[in-house]
């Protein structure tokens, strides 16, 4: 394949190669968006519906606090409309009641003391269009329910003697009781005001219970006020109207007790007191159970999921955010669409989709481009590189006169045209190096006869040379050997004079030794010529004594007379040995002198005998180098013999070559002239072997020789010296 369709091939491999590595970058990207994308709206979601759940919650709290107050403003009301009245208080009178548990509607009857405002009989009203005193001023001036409660027996529970509720038929709650057991009756019973929630006939309400005492502080009854929960309007509206996402909605459901899961405020009034618990997700779990579960454990803190939920066309992925408010023990919980939070990534991937068919379009024309690009620039380049190898095909053939190519010049100018340029200049190059080598090589045919003479003298005077240099090498060897028969000889001779000084002074030193334990031996003998000497006295003193003791002493005095005859004898013994020891001492102090004068003789011998091997050692060194020089002389003068008559062989071969070289350069044709011209024979001549041959000794290589100077054109060569190639001739042998 030509230079010009790889040139197009390789730039629509290039620049395909760049569209598609963008792209797929560019897709990789897209892709990488877009799951940070749904990461981030599947955040951002969960965010918002924890953010309007915990709204939600504060919602309720504010609301709760309000109407705390407000219970509170509500009982100071009742209070004062009370004592106003005369107070509250049993009439000694009692009245049979038909008693009914609002919890579990069991009915028993009871007669109790009637319960009066001042001097007047609350009664056992329950008609709502007859009035009863106190409650209903109360709902009159506040819009707030009321009851007055009566103690029924010592379990504590509540009678209900005069309210503002109505039951479901319409008729006043009188006659129905908080049972004792119930958390506000406790409160009550132990003197203390109940505030919170409590389940009134038929409904939770927000409450407040305040005890009623009679003159002696026992609790005979309380006073309530309450508010409807679901009753608030500005809370459920404000409920109902929360949206999440799009169709996002807030449910309210009952958290514990009877109420658990009861809806109390839902979007859809129909939901309404249906019990959402019951309700499962698409994989049939108990998602709202199990959620409210969570909430209640959470204190507080809202509780977020993601399940899917049933829906009309299927399953729909859903956000459930729950919080519990216990105040009310109420359970908020938030249900959003992630479809819904989800519509911004859907135009976020609509957008960066839209944008890759973009990438993809403007690529393909980048690369249709840039094969136009390409197609055009190898046209060009293979055009200069087709005429380049027509010249250079031309001057393989010996074809010097050629056409020259064209290049441009000026700002248009590029490499192509450099290379013509270049070409154009080889040319002209070779044109010039072939007339000179073929003057050259008439002047190296010329110079070569001369060469091969002196080369040959060369040869012979370096024979001569060597015979002698044998000659001398042989005496240096001889004269060498000698040398060094000198200085081992002395160097053996220092060593045993330096022995023998070590040994006499050794000798000497154990000489001193033997003087002074002579000596000592000398000191020891006196001590015991004194120890003698003593037990001669001792045993003189004891036969003394023996005489004097008469008959008794005689035995002690034939041991006395003993002893004293073995101390006379060591005294004897120890005076004999005494002389024998000062004798030893005298003699060996003499010998001990006689060492001392005899080590520094010995010494000053091994110093004389160790200058005479120093000096044989530098006869020896000196011999050597010589030795060596002339050894060295002998391998400069063989390795010179061999090297002439190598170089005189050389030089008739050289001829033939220089006849070889003006046929080769022949082949290349200048034009004019110089093509006519006839093309020599070539005629080698043998090597003469005139010269005494010299065996080669192992030598150092000779050193390399300068390379001739250009020889100008139109001038003979320099035969002062050439620089031969001759690696391809067998017959030629390096040194």
Known sequence: ??????????GTALVGTTAAC???????QSSKVSETLTKHFDLQAQAEMTLAVDDARNLLDTQHATLAKQLENDMRVVLDLERRGGGLALLGDGVQWKAVNQISKDATTVTLPKMALGPAWLGQNS????????VDEIMRLTGTTCTVFQTMNGQGDLLRVATNILKTDGRRAVGTYIPGSSAVARTVMSGETYRGTAFVVNAWYLTQYRPIKDASGKVIGCLYVGILQEGVEQLRRAFKNVKLGRTGFLTVFGGSGSSEGVVKMHK?????GTNILDETDISGQHVFKDLTARAKEAGGKVVTIETGLKAADGARPAILSAVYFKPWDWVILGTGYLDEFMEGQRATESALESTNWWTVGIGAVMLLLGVLVFILFARKMSGTIGATVTVMADINRGELDVPRLAARTGRMRDEMDDLGSAVNAMGDKLRK??????????NVTMGSGELTDTSQALAEGASNQASAVEEVSASMEEMTASIEQNTDNA???EKIAR???SDAGEGGQSVNRTVEAMRQIADKIAIIEEIARQTNLLALNAAIEAARAGEHGKGFAVVAAEVRKLAERSGVAAAEISELSASSVAIAEQAGTMLDKMVPDIT???ELIQEISASSDEQNTGATQIKDAVLELDKVVQQNAAESEHVAAASETLSGYAVQLQQIIGYFRLGGPAAAQPRARVSVKPARSGAKSLPARPGPAPASRPSPKAVPRGEPADTGGLDLDMDGDTEFEKF
């Open 1 to 10: 394949m030509k230079i010009g369709p790889k040139l197009t091939l390789l």
């Open 22 to 28: 963008i792209l797929g970058i560019l897709l990789w």
């Open 127 to 134: 008609d709502p269009n007859t009035p009863t005193p106190l």
């Open 268 to 272: 859809d009034d129909k939901a309404e």
């Open 433 to 442: 190096v072939v007339a000179d080598v073929q003057a050259a090589a008439q």
């Open 491 to 493: 160097r053996e001779t």
């Open 499 to 501: 022995q023998a000084a």
């Open 604 to 606: 000053r011998t091994a």
